[in-house]
């Protein structure tokens, strides 16, 4: 039964395709695209989007991409706002169909005797070439690794994706077939067979594990030893995304989120209202030792956070919110859980960073960066890496905004990032290394000095002289900004003087001084406090004492004149 006409137009409406929010539908109108919401009065979006009239379109829900191809004999894809990200080179003849996975990360293209196999970027992972004439459509089973295409020639062709590849450090995961895996050792070329009893659906390789999922169970490898790993059936067969931290990792499928140890032990499992899970994917979940993030979809202004151990709320209870909609979030991995961050990057392509835990007062979030495409923490230490517009950039110690941000440009490492080309994406932080996967497909990888690992690892063993000590041998003004942010954040203020004095803040260093010279801890801390721009903890911590006189003065200094009444 016929509910509504959306639109009439005068030529034929080849391919038309849902949007995730099922608000709006996409279809063809010739050479054009239209996007159309259901509301009546909202505005229609349209633009030219091939040479030849567009024969099919397809819409993803998980990255809210949109794939187009047409008579013009090529392929592109587009972002929601249509914007094209990538435009493939003309092929022999017409893109007859397209057809996104399930999960967003990989889509398939058929054409006359040609069935292609395509990262989501758009470039080209594989290429067959069937007897099958035009493949008219293209279908994806549920779990993303099979294809079944309608060809000209009445015969239904079958596909499996195989040859999937995961690296960790010296190690090299290959799906050879589809429920075979070979591991390769890269540094005595040790090979070894995984063999499943079911075909392989998804897998990760992280923090020295392993994790395989198949149409039934779940099997967790260690790196140590390959031939005895841990298994467990699953609830519910298709999973469709894998996230690992050092103690734990996430499953998600159709029936929820769940947390387990690599003992094969049931943790937790978050839930909160209006939750979809066959649209999270690694942009928008992000997993720590304690905690879980997950971007809500209804309103992506709002991020969720929850103890990884129970699955309930964290702190209390209260949701993080921006100004802004949120397009990519990461947990830092290091450190402890009262100072757990969160990094995302916004729709205006700013990077922010704020505190998970939340007690009542309104933690501040802190814009980093401008223009940061993609981003990434290390596994070893809370340094945090993005592509920021032409640079590649590492922020060294990102706490330093909370601290002293005067000297945040002091503690970054920035390079040239034109090589990279267009759209390029960073695939891991493992280490000290890097690896970026570039708009081709090929992967580059960057190795960043090892210097200011160590010393967040000598800072948080509070082996401050030994701090100092590194900072002399490397002689890098980077390395003492970050050590002058990281002791003020520890009270340390002999080690903040002389890593201040190595960089030339001579007025810090005299404040600090002054900050030694006070007769209680309580002037001291506040002041402390103030040095990082904490005024109105500092004014607490002084009223509390009853050094009302000293809290009136900062006031005056600060010209608050309000306050110091």
């Not at 989007?49 to 990255?63: E, F, R």
């Not at 050879?176 to 392989?200: G, I, P, S």
């Not at 209804?298 to 151990?309: C, G, H, R, V, Y």
């Not at 932080?429 to 081709?440: H, K, L, W, Y």
Request: net charge neutral; charged share 20%; glycine share 6%.
């Amino acid at each position: 039964m016929l509910r509504s006409t959306l639109a009439q137009q005068g030529t034929p409406v080849y391919s038309v395709a849902w949007g995730p929010d099922s608000e709006k539908v996409l279809y063809t109108a010739g050479k054009q695209l239209i996007i159309k919401p259901l509301q009546p009065n909202a505005k229609v979006l349209q633009w030219k989007a091939h040479d030849g009239i567009i024969l099919k379109v397809d819409w993803n829900s998980v990255n809210d991409l949109i794939l187009s191809a047409g008579e013009d004999c090529k392929y592109k894809v587009w972002d929601s706002y249509g914007r094209l990200l990538y435009s493939s080179q003309p092929h022999e003849h017409p893109i007859t169909s397209v057809a996104w996975a399930p999960d967003g990360e990989l889509f398939a293209i058929g054409s006359f005797h040609t069935l292609r196999l395509c990262d989501k970027t758009g470039w080209s992972y594989a290429l067959e070439k069937p007897s099958t004439g035009s493949i008219f459509n293209i279908a994806w089973s549920i779990d993303g690794t099979q294809i079944a295409g309608a060809c000209g020639n009445g015969h239904v062709v079958f596909a499996h994706v195989v040859e999937q590849r995961w690296e960790w450090k010296n190690f090299q995961v290959t799906l050879t077939k589809r429920r075979t895996m070979q591991v390769r050792n890269v540094l005595n070329d040790a090979v070894d067979l995984l063999e499943f009893r079911d075909r392989v659906i998804k897998a990760s390789l992280n923090y020295a594990h392993l994790v395989v999922s198949t149409s039934l169970q779940c099997y967790v490898f260690s790196t140590k030893n390959w031939n005895t790993p841990l298994i467990f059936d699953l609830k519910e067969g298709t999973v469709s995304l894998i996230l690992q931290a050092e103690r734990h990792f996430l499953l998600v499928d159709g029936g929820g989120i769940y947390l387990y140890s690599y003992e094969g032990r049931f943790i937790s499992s978050p839930k909160f209202p209006g939750m979809r899970t066959d649209i999270l994917n690694a942009q928008t979940v992000s997993l720590s030792n304690d905690t879980i993030a997950i971007k809500d979809k209804a309103d992506e202004k709002i991020i969720f956070l929850f103890e990884a151990s129970t699955g309930k709320p964290l702190g209390d209870g209260k949701l993080l919110s921006h100004k802004s909609e949120i397009l990519e979030i990461a947990l830092d991995q290091k450190g402890l859980t009262n100072d757990r961050k969160i990094a995302f990057i916004d729709k205006n392509r700013d990077l922010y960073i704020t505190s998970v835990k939340r007690f009542g007062k309104e933690e501040q979030i802190v814009k980093l960066g401008t223009m940061v495409h993609t981003l990434a923490w290390s596994d070893t230490c809370n340094i945090l890496c993005g592509l920021q517009d032409t640079r590649f950039t590492v922020w060294y110690y990102p706490n330093t905004v909370y601290v002293d941000r005067d000297i945040l440009p002091k503690t970054l490492y920035e390079k040239d990032a034109s090589e990279f080309s267009k759209n390029p994406h960073i695939v891991s932080f493992v280490g000290n290394q890097v690896t970026i996967r570039r708009a081709d497909g090929s992967l580059v990888h960057i190795s960043i000095s090892p210097y200011p690992a160590i010393l967040h690892e000598y800072v948080s063993s509070s082996k401050w002289e030994d701090a100092v000590r590194l900072c002399r041998f490397v002689k890098e003004q980077t390395m003492w900004a970050c050590l002058a942010a990281m002791a003020v954040a520890n009270r340390d203020m002999t080690t903040a003087e002389i890593a201040y004095a190595a960089i030339g803040e001579i007025d810090k260093v005299q404040y600090i001084n002054s900050i030694k010279d006070l007769p209680s801890k309580e002037s001291k801390m506040a002041h402390i406090l103030m040095f990082s721009g904490n005024i109105q903890e500092a004014e607490i911590v002084l009223l509390q004492a009853g050094l009302v006189y000293q809290a009136i003065q900062i006031n005056i200094n600060l010209y608050n004149w309000e306050s110091s009444k």
